[in-house]
């Protein structure tokens, strides 16, 4: 394949982010987006000059018709799905039984038994997916790793992961939805994803504590603080949507430990050492917090890969396992 022909569903802020990294992205070119607000993709087809022909929307159908369309353009070669958290595993499905690539902006699922159906689906059908989970196509991660696989520090001892922001008030979002929001979902996939990656064994919760928020037709969570462990190894994990910001996660090993800070798009960390040294650790993105996910994807499209090495099918399950087993500890 010659170039990755990309089209988008959903046209919010998380899809114009990625639009913008990927015009940088070499042999990918972005042609077709489709949403249910046709102001919202009049502007985005306008913002990256994407034919009207190529520009789906329906309204009426919560985007049902459009999504659909974009999913059977013939000069679509793969979707990067920017659609509420709950639509996911279904527009998954769908693209990936038409043959299309997807992309999938993180949480891509909102339980395991959802991972096992998109996995199920991309196997059967012979086509790539791979969840968008960003700080894994960081250039921090290789430090981390490579940090870590050393031995410098010891083996990890614990970790502690502080997520905090304020969503403001906004009652038609997704956000407030009490079947995909929250900030466990939203915020809590990316220190998941982390203890994904750097432990392996069973995750065992021994406490959760929820400030929820009532909303209409239930109720969602608004601050988590959680303690758990994965593989043995104590984790404390800390979000919250109506705070200050502050993003970070704290590794202890047995000779030091490590701080990273924006745990979600890390560019810094700080290393201090049991005998009083201190190191920072610098590294930039290449571009910008979403290049690194779309240049991976097109490059292993272009390939014909049907996994991702650093996002594989099993790390997705295994990060929907981990949420599984905390939001059902009341």
């Not at 970790?159 to 905090?164: G, L, R």
Request: proline share 4%; hydrophobic share 40%.
């Amino acid at each position: 394949m010659r170039e990755v022909r990309w089209g988008v569903l959903g046209a919010g802020h998380i899809s114009h982010r990625f639009a913008s990294s990927l015009k940088k992205v070499d042999r990918a070119r972005l042609v077709a987006a489709a949403g249910r607000t046709p102001s919202h993709v009049e502007e985005f087809c306008r913002a990256f000059s994407i034919d009207a022909a190529h520009s789906y929307v329906t309204a009426d159908d919560g985007g049902d018709a459009a999504y659909d369309a974009l999913i059977a353009d013939p000069d679509v070669d793969a979707i990067y799905l920017a659609l509420p958290h709950g639509m996911h595993t279904r527009w998954a499905c769908r693209a990936l039984r038409a043959g299309k690539a997807v992309l999938c902006e993180k949480p891509a699922v909102l339980s395991e038994e959802e991972a096992l159906s998109i996995a199920s689906a991309s196997r059967e059908c012979g086509v790539l997916f791979m969840e968008a989970m960003k700080n894994r196509f960081c250039p921090m991660r290789t430090r981390v790793e490579d940090l870590l696989a050393s031995g410098e520090l010891g083996c990890i001892v614990s970790i502690e992961s502080v997520q905090k922001l304020d969503y403001g008030e906004s009652p038609s979002s997704y956000l407030l939805d009490p079947l995909q929001g929250g900030c466990l979902y939203d915020m809590g996939c990316y220190a998941v994803g982390w203890f994904e990656d750097l432990l392996a064994g069973a995750c065992d919760v021994s406490s959760r504590e929820v400030r929820w928020r009532d909303v209409s037709g239930g109720r969602v969570d608004w601050a988590d603080e959680i303690h758990m462990s994965v593989g043995g190894i104590p984790i404390h994990m800390v979000c919250d949507g109506k705070a200050a910001y502050e993003s970070r996660l704290t590794i202890a090993c047995e000779r030091g430990s490590l701080e990273i800070e924006r745990l979600h798009r890390p560019e810094l960390a700080h290393v201090k050492y049991s005998d009083g040294r201190v190191l920072e650790i610098d590294a930039p993105f290449e571009v910008d917090d979403f290049y690194g996910e779309a240049s991976h994807a097109t490059q292993l499209i272009r390939a014909g890969k049907l996994e991702s090495p650093v996002m594989p099918l099993a790390a997705t399950q295994r990060c929907a396992q981990i949420i599984d087993a905390i939001r059902l500890t009341l």
